[in-house]
T-cell receptor
């Protein structure tokens, strides 16, 4: 597509439930990133996918968080046993990788509220 | 690890005024730097991308400069308009890291 698409745009879930957030990157962008933005905070890196390489999971805050990217395109971020502190906007971005590459393109995000 | 700092945290100006937003970063071994705009409740919109070989980049009323040696970038907005009201974020990569590091942003309000 023309841009990075994320769904759902809003998600309200009960504490303890699992949630899945979806990201559809720009076609041909081999690099995909997930970030989290808590209220009043900066963007926090979660995970990075590049092609068929093993993902960089160094930003995932706990083992309740996981992500996968199927076929080098669509990615799903899963949060198990959600907690109230997981409430945030989850942003996905894609780009062509490499030092001379272009910049990041972000989706509109998924606002997650855990009640 | 890259640390990105933006000042001021908030800025309020009357319409028509020129303004400068500041960004500093600790790891100067960057290959580019990117400025974004974020409207309330929205994602990030890329404004300008400056490659390390460039000293500045312009798009319309926006001009971004990059000084790697001093670890600084500025975003200049000319003839500000109420529609420019948003949070402006600066982001830079870091040696050995795959991701961008973001500042906490400058929240700009342009008063009609």
């Amino acid at each position: 597509g023309a841009g990075v698409s994320q769904s759902p745009s809003n998600k309200v879930t009960e504490k303890g439930k699992d949630v899945e957030l979806r990201c559809d990157p720009i076609s041909g962008h081999t690099a995909l990133y997930w970030y989290r933005q808590s209220l009043g905070q900066g963007l926090e890196f979660l995970i990075y996918f590049q092609g068929n390489s093993a993902p960089d999971k160094s930003g995932l805050p706990s083992d309740r968080f996981s992500a996968e990217r199927t076929g080098g395109s669509v990615s799903t971020l899963t949060i198990q046993r959600t907690q109230q502190e997981d409430s945030a906007v989850y942003l996905c971005a894609s780009r062509y990788p490499g030092q001379g590459a272009g910049g990041y393109t972000f989706g509109s995000g998924t606002r997650l509220t855990v009640v | 690890k890259q640390e990105v700092t933006q000042i001021p945290a908030a800025l309020s100006v009357p319409e028509g005024e020129n303004l400068v937003l500041n960004c500093s970063f600790t790891d100067s071994a960057i290959y580019n730097l990117q400025w974004f705009r974020q409207d309330p409740g929205k994602g990030l919109t890329s404004l300008l991308l400056i490659q390390s070989s460039q000293r500045e980049q312009t798009s319309g009323r926006l001009n971004a400069s990059l000084d790697k040696s001093s670890g600084r970038s500025t975003l200049y907005i000319a003839a500000s308009q109420p529609g420019d009201s948003a949070t402006y974020l600066c982001a830079a990569p870091s040696t050995g890291a795959n991701n961008l590091f973001f500042g906490t942003g400058t929240r700009l309000t342009v008063i009609p």
